[in-house]
């Protein structure tokens, strides 16, 4: 019994420092997304949205996703010696493949451009081609430091991985800062930003040790990596080519929608890095290390998880639901003070792109750890075919709800299909691991319960206080309405007894002496 607290505290403590991280990331992310909205054109803003989205096509096989939750099973199940060995040889081996998808990008950049944007002609197709060339080595840079990521979060080593992506938004913000309105510019210093991200990394992973070596292009255990990276290939792949349809989609719609779903993503990205990932990362390396060592510790330890997420993500997707216009306006249109106002059609654009987007967090944030044990038990079927069934779904979705809500109409299509994948997902997981489905619903309500009562005393004070529409009274109305929501939901949280809040607080406290 020992054991196990001492593992729920350590879990606990890495999923802290990751969430700290993200949040420092997730602030500077705000940051270079509200230069974005407001020092460059919209002209400028949707071709380099668009041209953006053709490293992101591979980055989640080559990067963040695919990388990190194929290898830390299979590192962690290696001896320290041969572990290094197949870190040397993956290293090789994305180096070749990056290269290749480089020399690829720059000869199919017109291609890949075409294929983004609609017919509808509201996205610069031939700047939309230059900034893909431009941009790409974004690719390489963002998948070694995904190794490098991976190696360190394996070891548990959370520090350095956190704070890396705060390195690549600082390079970013200065040089849009230094360079506004250039669209050139913009594109090299999200490359540049990239490679911050990697360098950061590389001191933690000299001092203890893990730094990998180039070596043979293959080591035994790669295979295993490869085969829990083939779901991944699939659901990436169907993701980008939902990816496709949604660029088609929101193109169609307007100049600025591209632009202006961006923008509004960058705030469901936030709940999700700080509430979702961040804790999901901290526990899949612990439920790795159950599934191999303390099997009976593998679903007490999930349903620990899905609590605390559950407990994080539902009070915070209801807050961006609420908030979502003095959000957008206090982030992206602080320009207005000094007489230069947000582009009146983006700033419509994206609060209509965001509040939808609340009622995403929840089941996003969820699924996002039930995922993750498929592959800890190294099973590839089930979400391969889970995940391309609702990626099927949201693309119909977008395009039937966005001819009858415009921008709006996909943004409820991503919450709509997220609920409907989460209430399967959950289904799945429970008939294989026991985790205790029902109990979690039943404390997943008292959850809401609380999160709505704090949401419904948010609105009334929003509305009974006589507050301004101009820059300071969106960031009064964000203040007040956060506020209140996190006093009322931590209150009605103490009285209905919820753990996590218990424990969160322990937390807080003990980090406070």
């Known amino acids: 019994m020992m054991a196990r607290v001492s593992h729920r505290t350590s879990t606990r403590r890495g999923a802290m420092t990751l969430m700290i991280g993200t949040l420092a990331s997730r602030v500077t992310g705000l940051l270079k997304n509200s230069l974005l909205a407001q020092f460059f054109p919209t002209a400028v803003i949707d071709a380099f949205v668009t041209a953006f989205k053709v490293p992101n096509l591979f980055r989640e096989l080559l990067a963040e996703g695919a990388l990190t939750n194929s290898f830390i099973?299979?590192?962690?199940?290696?001896a320290p010696h041969e572990a290094k060995r197949m870190a040397?040889?993956?290293l090789a081996l994305l180096m070749l493949v990056n290269g290749l998808l480089l020399v690829g990008a720059y000869l199919a950049a017109p291609l890949l451009a075409?294929?983004?944007?609609?017919?509808?002609?509201?996205v610069d197709l031939e700047l939309t081609t230059r900034l893909v060339r431009i941009v790409f080595p974004f690719l390489p840079a963002i998948s070694l430091s995904a190794l490098a990521m991976g190696i360190l979060n394996a070891e548990e080593r959370f520090l350095a991985p956190a704070w890396a992506p705060v390195a690549l938004n600082v390079v970013t913000v200065v040089l849009?800062?230094?360079f506004p309105g250039q669209a050139v510019m913009l594109a090299w210093a999200h490359v540049l930003g990239g490679a911050a991200q990697l360098l950061v990394q590389v001191p933690a992973l000299v001092r203890s040790g893990l730094m990998p070596r180039l070596g043979a292009l293959w080591h035994p255990a790669l295979?295993?990596?490869l085969l829990l990276m083939l779901p991944f290939a699939f659901t990436a792949g169907g993701r980008q080519v939902l990816n496709v349809v949604a660029s088609n989609v929101i193109t169609a719609i307007d100049a600025g929608a591209q632009g202006a779903f961006y923008l509004a993503d960058l705030f469901l990205s936030l709940a999700l890095g700080l509430f979702s990932i961040s804790p999901a990362l901290a526990y899949y390396s612990r439920l790795s290390d159950h599934a191999v060592n303390e099997p009976e510790s593998f679903a007490p330890t999930l349903a620990e998880g899905l609590r605390f997420i559950?407990?994080?993500t539902v009070p915070a997707g209801l807050a961006l639901a609420l908030l979502a216009a003095p959000a957008v306006d206090a982030v992206y249109n602080w320009r207005s003070l000094l007489g230069e106002p947000m582009d009146a059609q983006l700033r419509s654009f994206t609060v209509a792109a965001t509040l939808p987007l609340g009622f995403a967090v929840f089941p996003i944030g969820a699924f996002n750890l039930l995922i993750r044990t498929f592959y800890v038990r190294r099973l590839v079927r089930t979400p391969v075919l889970?995940?391309?069934?609702?990626l099927t779904v949201q693309g119909a979705l977008y395009v039937v709800l966005s001819r009858a809500f415009g921008i709006g109409g996909v943004a409820w299509a991503t919450a709509v299909a997220a609920w409907l994948q989460l209430l399967v997902a959950a289904w799945f997981v429970e008939r294989r691991e026991r985790f205790g489905l029902r109990?979690?619903?039943l404390g997943s309500l008292k959850v809401w319960l609380a999160a709505g009562l704090a949401t419904g005393a948010a609105a009334l004070a929003l509305t009974a206080l006589p507050i301004g529409d101009d820059w300071w009274g969106q960031v009064a109305r964000l203040s007040v309405g956060g506020g209140v929501l996190i006093v009322v939901f931590t209150a009605a949280g103490a009285l209905m007894g919820l753990p996590e809040l218990a424990a969160v607080l322990r937390r807080l406290r003990r980090s406070g002496r």
Not at 114 to 122: F, K, Q, V
Not at 386 to 390: Q, T
């Open 176 to 178: 849009m800062a230094l």
């Open 439 to 441: 109990e979690w619903a």
């Open 310 to 312: 559950t407990f994080l």
């Open 88 to 90: 040397g040889a993956l």
């Open 73 to 78: 099973p299979v590192y962690k199940g290696l």
């Open 114 to 122: 075409r294929l983004l944007i609609s017919s509808a002609g509201n």
């Open 386 to 390: 889970l995940v391309l069934a609702f």
């Open 223 to 225: 295979g295993s990596v």
